[in-house]
């Protein structure tokens, strides 16, 4: 992981300034990166009108300083309050790529997490560059900040962001070794059906670092989970997200409190958590990671 | 019995329905969400430089293909409808209805999954699905039953559920992150038409639709009955699989780019019938202009109707089709 992440940070070092495109009265810079998928494309030196195609991708552009360059977003970025105003281009899913075109970007970020490729291809048919983020997880979301910054020409800041970012993170681990047991949480981010997340997402990163062990860490991706497959894997730790809009997350909370055997339960350790922070590789992951340290380990609960 | 080829009908059913395509063309290109409108178009369209340069870009390059792969579809799928009327002799049967499009889908879903590249393997899959379901469906209709041959429409739908059912399993049993976008695929979705898919579909209806014409006499004859056709020189079977392998190739290679499109085959067809007469000569022609201008349309209000993005095709296609079929149905009733 950290190998493979640091050949694509020396994939982007060098940072050529290349030719101008002349003939137009704003003949912009333009010059060569290679983006998080290692592919090469040609931006401009100075992006001025960018689209992110997801939320995530809205939250670091914001968080490097450069929110005020975004023209378009996808239709949930809410947050900070300031991207409420931005147009929007469908959701990141599925794109508009006639509104995209429209609001004539000189720059797409987006991210390998769900847009479509085809919609990535068709937008670079159109002329327009599209930087593909990939991060998956804190070290990647955390290089995303700083390849964002870079391409945005706020690198100064993006790298007090990051490394603000990183320390938190070591942090959070240092409490996390000092408490040496690791209890077995169970993140649901689905209420019907009870749906959890597994091995290779960011969630089970976020349950390690956290000093905890995934009670889903058997299965990959994003299992289901009938009641009894809950009574067996008998978690220490539940925490709900509010993902699923419009549930009554008190109705969950006490739907678990049906099976008073799990010991998650018996001890009074089912919570529900704003899902805002949780679902988005952005900085706030950050923010999810300390609150779900301290719903694990309140014995060492963080100043 | 062969009939002089109809040419002045033909001609005047072209005459009559290529304007329809020509004002469907423009109206898909003139709106959508990024702008424009018929001035700008007409503008752009006489070369006139555009007071927002990026509007070509939408017309010629967004909306083009797309207006293009709804017509090629349209035409396909009316077409497709057309000869499994001709062919089961029930007015109701049609490429969705019958679960071949179903069947087409699970290829490319399958041609997908298996990592084939989506050009051209994952449309070849998606053919030999529609043919695997053809064939099921062609052995159903071997059987003798009581209900004659409704019972082939019905194996049908029961193939389209059971196709439905697969689909559903493929995607709740994988996790593949492949799968991710496909349920706007499902549902029909021409919004990332790209000009490759466009030469693709095109190369093959034109080829199918030429040969349907050329098989047009054929389904003529079919109409009498097969004992009537057979007793009158037709080779049955070789008629039979000609036209089965061909409406798949062109069924399958449109559900590969556009997914599952719903009644299209019922409401131009029989529209068709209605204007000019039951002659396949005139109505290969007929259906493949009016299921062009029909689609573009569909897409059209897809695009222009929801207040923020946009819906799937399929949705348009399916709340217009359904409705034609019970009214269908009532008229064979009677």
Same mark, same amino acid.
């Given at each position: 992981?950290?190998?493979?992440?640091?050949?694509?940070?020396?994939h982007?070092?060098?940072v050529?300034?290349?030719?101008?495109?002349?003939?137009?009265?704003?003949?912009?810079?333009?010059?060569?990166?290679?983006?998080?998928?290692?592919?090469r494309?040609?931006?401009?030196?100075e992006?001025?009108?960018?689209?992110?195609?997801?939320?995530?991708?809205?939250?670091?552009?914001?968080?490097?300083?450069?929110?005020?360059?975004l023209?378009?977003?996808?239709?949930?970025?809410?947050?900070?309050?300031?991207?409420?105003?931005?147009?929007?281009?469908?959701?990141y899913?599925q794109?508009?790529?006639?509104?995209?075109a429209?609001?004539?970007?000189?720059?797409? %970020?987006?991210?390998?997490?769900?847009?479509?490729?085809?919609?990535?291809?068709?937008?670079?048919?159109?002329?327009?560059?599209?930087?593909?983020?990939?991060?998956?997880?804190?070290?990647?979301?955390?290089?995303?900040?700083?390849? %964002?910054?870079?391409?945005?020409?706020?690198?100064?800041?993006?790298?007090?962001?990051?490394?603000?970012?990183?320390r938190?993170?070591?942090?959070?681990?240092?409490?996390?070794?000092?408490?040496g047991?690791?209890?077995?949480?169970?993140?649901? %981010?689905?209420?019907?059906?009870?749906?959890?997340?597994?091995?290779?997402t960011?969630?089970?990163?976020?349950?390690?670092?956290a000093?905890?062990?995934?009670a889903?860490?058997?299965?990959e991706?994003?299992?289901?989970?009938?009641?009894?497959?809950?009574?067996?894997?008998?978690?220490?730790?539940?925490?709900?997200?509010?993902?699923?809009?419009?549930?009554?997350f008190?109705?969950?909370?006490?739907?678990?409190?049906?099976?008073?055997?799990?010991?998650?339960?018996?001890?009074?350790?089912?919570?529900?958590?704003?899902?805002?922070?949780?679902?988005?590789?952005?900085?706030?992951?950050?923010?999810?990671?300390?609150?779900?340290?301290?719903?694990?380990h309140?014995?060492?609960?963080?100043? | 019995?062969? +009939?002089p080829l109809?040419?002045?009908?033909?001609?005047?059913?072209?005459?009559?329905?290529?304007p329809?395509?020509?004002?469907?063309?423009?109206a898909g290109?003139?709106w959508?969400?990024?702008?424009?409108?018929?001035?700008?178009?007409?503008? /752009?369209?006489?070369?006139?430089?555009?007071?927002?340069?990026v509007?070509?870009?939408?017309?010629?390059?967004?909306?083009?293909?797309?207006?293009?792969?709804?017509?090629?579809?349209?035409?396909?799928?009316?077409?497709?409808?057309?000869?499994?009327?001709?062919?089961?002799?029930?007015?109701?049967a049609?490429?969705?209805?019958?679960?071949?499009?179903?069947?087409?889908?699970?290829g490319?879903?399958?041609?997908?999954?298996?990592?084939?590249?989506?050009?051209?393997?994952?449309?070849?899959?998606?053919?030999?699905?529609?043919?695997?379901?053809?064939?099921?469906?062609?052995?159903?209709?071997?059987?003798?039953?009581?209900?004659?041959?409704?019972?082939?429409?019905?194996?049908?739908?029961?193939?389209?559920?059971?196709?439905?059912?697969?689909?559903?399993?493929?995607?709740?049993?994988?996790s593949?992150?492949?799968?991710?976008?496909?349920?706007?695929?499902?549902?029909?979705?021409?919004?990332? /038409?790209?000009?490759?898919?466009?030469?693709?579909?095109?190369?093959?209806?034109?080829?199918?639709?030429?040969?349907?014409?050329?098989?047009?006499h054929?389904?003529?004859?079919?109409?009498?009955?097969?004992?009537a056709?057979?007793?009158?020189?037709?080779?049955?079977?070789?008629?039979?699989?000609?036209?089965?392998?061909?409406?798949?190739?062109?069924?399958?290679?449109?559900?590969?780019?556009?997914?599952?499109l719903?009644?299209?085959?019922?409401?131009?067809?029989?529209l068709?019938?209605?204007?000019?007469?039951?002659?396949?000569?005139?109505?290969?022609?007929?259906?493949?202009?009016a299921?062009?201008?029909?689609?573009?349309?569909?897409?059209?209000?897809?695009?222009?109707?929801?207040?923020?993005?946009?819906?799937?095709?399929?949705?348009?296609?399916?709340?217009?089709?359904?409705? +034609?079929?019970?009214?269908?149905?009532?008229?064979?009733?009677?």
């Open positions: 992981m950290s190998g493979s992440l640091s050949r694509r940070l020396a982007l070092a060098p050529f300034l290349l030719f101008l495109v002349g003939g137009e009265a704003a003949a912009a810079e333009k010059r060569v990166l290679f983006d998080q998928l290692g592919r494309l040609e931006v401009p030196a992006p001025r009108r960018v689209v992110a195609l997801a939320e995530s991708v809205t939250e670091i552009v914001f968080a490097v300083g450069r929110g005020d360059r023209v378009g977003t996808t239709r949930f970025a809410d947050h900070p309050p300031e991207a409420i105003r931005i147009p929007r281009v469908g959701t899913i794109l508009d790529i006639e509104r995209i429209a609001l004539r970007p000189d720059l797409c %970020i987006g991210t390998r997490d769900g847009n479509p490729r085809a919609a990535v291809e068709r937008l670079e048919a159109l002329g327009i560059p599209v930087y593909v983020t990939h991060p998956m997880g804190l070290a990647a979301m955390i290089a995303s900040v700083r390849e %964002i910054g870079r391409l945005l020409n706020a690198a100064e800041k993006a790298e007090e962001v990051a490394s603000d970012l990183e938190r993170i070591a942090q959070v681990a240092l409490r996390a070794q000092s408490a047991r690791r209890p077995r949480v169970f993140f649901q %981010i689905g209420v019907d059906p009870v749906v959890s997340a597994g091995r290779g960011f969630l089970h990163e976020l349950i390690e670092a000093g905890g062990e995934n889903a860490g058997e299965a991706g994003y299992p289901h989970y009938s009641p009894e497959h809950l009574l067996r894997l008998a978690p220490e730790v539940v925490v709900i997200t509010t993902m699923s809009q419009g549930a009554d008190e109705a969950v909370r006490r739907a678990w409190q049906r099976f008073p055997r799990i010991p998650a339960v018996r001890d009074g350790r089912v919570h529900v958590v704003d899902a805002a922070v949780f679902n988005r590789p952005a900085p706030r992951l950050v923010d999810g990671l300390e609150q779900l340290a301290r719903l694990v309140p014995e060492i609960a963080a100043p | 019995m062969r +009939t109809p040419l002045a009908r033909i001609v005047r059913v072209k005459l009559l329905l290529l329809l395509l020509a004002a469907a063309v423009l290109l003139a959508g969400s990024g702008g424009g409108g018929p001035q700008a178009l007409f503008r /752009a369209l006489a070369g006139i430089p555009l007071d927002d340069p509007l070509a870009d939408i017309f010629w390059k967004i909306r083009l293909p797309r207006v293009l792969l709804a017509a090629l579809t349209g035409a396909v799928l009316s077409l497709g409808g057309l000869v499994f009327q001709a062919l089961l002799r029930n007015p109701l049609e490429p969705y209805i019958l679960g071949i499009s179903g069947g087409a889908a699970i490319a879903i399958l041609g997908i999954l298996a990592g084939l590249p989506r050009f051209p393997w994952g449309s070849l899959a998606s053919f030999a699905g529609a043919l695997g379901t053809v064939g099921l469906l062609v052995l159903f209709a071997s059987w003798k039953t009581a209900l004659g041959k409704d019972a082939l429409l019905l194996s049908g739908v029961m193939i389209n559920a059971f196709c439905g059912a697969v689909i559903l399993f493929l995607i709740s049993v994988t593949d992150v492949r799968l991710f976008n496909i349920l706007s695929w499902l549902m029909g979705d021409l919004s990332l /038409a790209a000009m490759e898919q466009v030469v693709l579909l095109a190369a093959v209806t034109a080829a199918c639709a030429a040969a349907l014409f050329f098989l047009s054929g389904m003529n004859l079919l109409l009498l009955g097969r004992d056709a057979r007793s009158l020189g037709v080779p049955l079977e070789a008629l039979t699989w000609g036209l089965l392998t061909l409406t798949s190739l062109m069924v399958g290679v449109s559900v590969s780019l556009c997914g599952l719903g009644f299209v085959g019922l409401v131009m067809p029989h068709m019938r209605l204007l000019f007469g039951p002659d396949h000569r005139v109505l290969v022609p007929a259906c493949v202009l299921g062009a201008s029909y689609m573009i349309l569909c897409d059209l209000l897809a695009r222009v109707l929801p207040r923020q993005g946009e819906m799937p095709v399929g949705v348009v296609t399916a709340l217009i089709g359904a409705p +034609t079929f019970i009214f269908l149905l009532r008229r064979a009733v009677r």
